[in-house]
T-cell receptor, first 111, second 111 residues
């Protein structure tokens, strides 16, 4: 089973700070790299995604940075807010099929 | 627009009992998935379907069966529940296998 490694496992950030979560994959045949956000008691929801033809994508306070040579992509949350407190999952599809999800990062933003 | 609807939301089973989890989507998506989520292990794919009448095994299929008789519905069955199947189950659907829309989950406890 292809692995998707995610770090850190948990993250505590002060309000207004920058949250950074990293994801590393093994297979190079991916063409779509998403991040999902999950609040307690809810299902994951697609937050932002990037295709490897660009190195960065920004949507509001959320940015994905993609490093193809290092097989890594990261999520940056600027001006982090308490409402961003959730678990974040990256995902990647080995061999272009179903997604394998990372183990998740629990983010806590302190007021 | 309901998206992905899962029923039931909670269930307690005795070891050896059987049950069926229902997933319904109203987005005309071809792809549907069943995941289980356990603490520290992220989301693991149980079974998936790429279209009406088709099903395939995912990462952890043992002890589960699925059916996709109608495009909008994907059923997950447990024939003889075991305590190891205590988990939160999520159904998801997607248009072309990219961005997933998840349901709100079914919390299953097997005693």
């Amino acid at each position: 089973q292809q692995q998707v490694k995610q770090s850190p496992q948990s993250l505590i950030v002060q309000k207004g700070g920058i949250s950074i979560i990293n994801c590393a994959y093994e297979n190079t045949a991916f063409d779509y790299f998403p991040w999902y956000q999950q609040f307690p008691g809810k299902g994951p929801a697609l937050l932002i995604a990037i295709r490897p033809d660009v190195s960065e994508k920004k949507e509001g306070r959320f940015t994905i940075s993609f490093n193809k040579s290092a097989k890594q992509f990261s999520l940056h949350i600027m001006d982090s807010q308490p409402g961003d407190s959730a678990t974040y999952f990256c995902a990647a599809p080995p061999h272009g099929q179903n997604f394998v999800f990372g183990p998740g990062t629990r983010l806590s933003v302190l007021p | 627009n309901a998206g992905v609807t899962q029923t039931p939301k909670f269930r307690v089973l005795k070891t050896g009992q059987s049950m069926t989890l229902l997933c319904a989507q109203d987005m005309n998506h071809e792809y549907m998935y069943w995941y289980r989520q356990d603490p520290g292990m992220g989301l693991r794919l149980i079974h998936y379907s790429v279209g009406e009448g088709t099903t395939a095994k995912g990462e952890v299929p043992d002890g589960y069966n699925v059916s996709r008789l109608k495009k909008q519905n994907f059923l997950l069955g447990l024939e003889s529940a075991a305590p190891s199947q205590t988990s939160v189950y999520f159904c998801a659907s997607s248009y072309e296998g990219n961005g997933y829309t998840f349901g709100s989950g079914t919390r299953l406890t097997v005693v």
